[in-house]
């Protein structure tokens, strides 16, 4: 976990607040992503990036949008926070060892929408 | 879109005895699956890979199988112990695109 970590680890925020959860990675991997995860629902894929400039929609991204600032660091911000978002959130950084996609995550930000 | 399931929600095994956690996909074939292991509060930590070519494939304690025929794949941890407790992922991504994830079997190994 400590290659790839995550701040805030637990955040409690009010409906239509701004706010910005972030992610930094000592791995050097290229590829990053951001899951939230729900009771009974598993880990769904916001947002995932290939590469610095490249920024691809996951399952569901609506209500989120992301910041690749660097090859280390990929941001999730939720524009206007709304109780359904409260979640635990996970980012993620892989590489392709063999050809075999690999994800590494973080230790998890805990949101509470109030 | 691929969809993966893990059956049932909970298993408890006895010390000592082996548990198997199964996988199932529902429509084309992954070119291979993983399996990750997750404590509460904690990210999930990748165990083992497993390729559509390869039947099976071993860990220590750990074993995993690949049916393509029966679009399922077995997890299975012998000797376990109470520190295999842990909520076990099935994952697969579609070549070097997206990840998908089961929503995991809680195992529960009773001394």
């Known amino acids: 976990d400590a290659d790839v970590t995550q701040t805030p680890r637990n955040r409690i925020t009010k409906t239509g607040k701004r706010i910005m959860l972030e992610c930094s990675q000592t791995k050097g991997h290229d590829r990053m992503y951001w899951y939230r995860q729900d009771p009974g629902l598993g880990l769904r894929l916001i947002y995932y990036s290939f590469d610095v400039k490249d920024i691809n929609k996951g399952e569901i991204s609506d209500g989120y949008s992301v910041s690749r600032q660097a090859q280390a660091k990929f941001s999730l911000s939720l524009e206007s926070a709304i109780p359904n978002q409260t979640a635990l959130y996970f980012c993620?950084?892989?590489?392709?060892?063999?050809?075999?996609?690999?994800?590494?995550f973080g230790p998890g930000t805990r949101l509470l929408v109030l | 879109s691929q969809k993966i399931e893990q059956n049932s929600e909970a298993l408890n095994i006895q010390e000592g005895k082996t548990a198997t956690l199964t996988c199932n996909y529902t429509n084309y074939s992954p070119a291979y699956l993983q399996w990750y292991r997750q404590d509460p509060g904690r990210g999930p930590v990748f165990l083992l890979l497993?390729?559509?070519?390869?039947k099976e494939k071993r860990k220590e304690r750990l074993k995993v199988t690949f049916d393509t025929t029966l679009k399922q794949s077995l997890f299975h941890i012998t000797a376990s112990q109470p520190a295999d407790s842990a909520t076990y992922l099935c994952a697969h991504s579609n070549t070097g695109n997206q990840f998908y994830f089961g929503t995991g079997t809680s195992l529960t190994v009773i001394p």
């Open positions: 993620a950084t892989s590489d392709f060892p063999g050809g075999q996609e690999t994800q590494y």
């Open positions: 497993i390729r559509e070519n390869e």
